[in-house]
T-cell receptor, first 117, second 113 residues
Framework: GAVVSQHPSWVICKSGTSVKIECRSL??????MFWYRQFPKQSLMLMATSNEGSKATYEQGVEKDKFLINHASLTLSTLTVTSAHPEDSSFYIC?????????????FGNGTRLTVT | AQSVAQPEDQVNVAEGNPLTVKCTYSVSGNPYLFWYVQYPNRGLQFLLK??????LVKGSYGFEAEFNKSQTSFHLKKPSALVSDSALYFC???????????FGPGTRLSVLP
């Protein structure tokens, strides 16, 4: 149980275009989902917390107008990288937890490798 | 503020030998501690967690971790390493008051045949 599906697994786009990444909880409902960014050989950096039915909470230094997050249902959150540039190339991972308690582990999607040319 | 340290960037171990991946943490109040494994170009997979109770926690794929409150550590262990255990391992902490998960920098484990 507790499967998180992320799509696409990889995408190549041209500079200036926008890319949408989907994150779905397949067998549970998630009022909150988390979006991370991972640079090569580095740890996860929390970008934002996606809240179903309300605005996302962005971490300091993350541009909310560039990284648009929508959490329209209890099983789907989307991250749109707008006007992408080569420096946005990275590995993006979403996660969610099926439990309500603070001791529930996060379950992760398989990530999306974004390459901006 | 919460923090997690994984003092070793890389751990090398021979197949069949025991392995240890170290983790220390800092958090307000009691911690919830987690270990995850990441294979190339994949998301993180949950291995095990410590909530309360026994200090030795058993998880997936034969891994276990020992919580030591006085040393604020949560080291990951396995009695006999497999080549397939080679991956990137992350320790994470969350406080009981519901703070965000904080991940360590990761430790790359290489198990040599």
């Amino acid at each position: 149980g507790a499967v998180v599906s992320q799509h696409p697994s990889w995408v190549i786009c041209k500079s200036g275009t926008s890319v949408k990444i989907e994150c779905r909880s397949l067998d549970f409902q998630a009022t909150t989902m988390f979006w991370y960014r991972q640079f090569p050989k580095q740890s996860l950096m929390l970008m934002a917390t996606s809240n179903e039915g309300s605005k996302a909470t962005y971490e300091q230094g993350v541009e909310k107008d560039k990284f648009l997050i929508n959490h329209a249902s209890l099983t789907l959150s989307t991250l749109t990288v707008t006007s992408a540039h080569p420096e946005d190339s990275s590995f993006y991972i979403c996660s969610a937890t099926p439990g309500q308690g603070n001791n529930s582990p996060l379950h992760f999607g398989n990530g999306t490798r974004l390459t901006v040319t | 503020a919460q923090s997690v340290a994984q003092p070793e960037d890389q751990v090398n171990v021979a197949e069949g030998n025991p392995l240890t991946v170290k983790c220390t943490y800092s958090v307000s109040g009691n911690p919830y501690l987690f270990w995850y494994v990441q294979y190339p170009n994949r998301g993180l997979q949950f291995l095990l967690k410590y909530i309360t109770g026994d200090n030795l926690v058993k998880g997936s794929y034969g891994f276990e971790a020992e919580f030591n409150k006085s040393q604020t550590s949560f080291h990951l262990k396995k009695p006999s390493a497999l080549v397939s255990d080679s991956a990137l391992y992350f320790c994470a902490v969350r406080g009981v008051y519901g703070q965000n998960f904080v991940f360590g920098p990761g430790t790359r484990l290489s198990v040599l045949p």
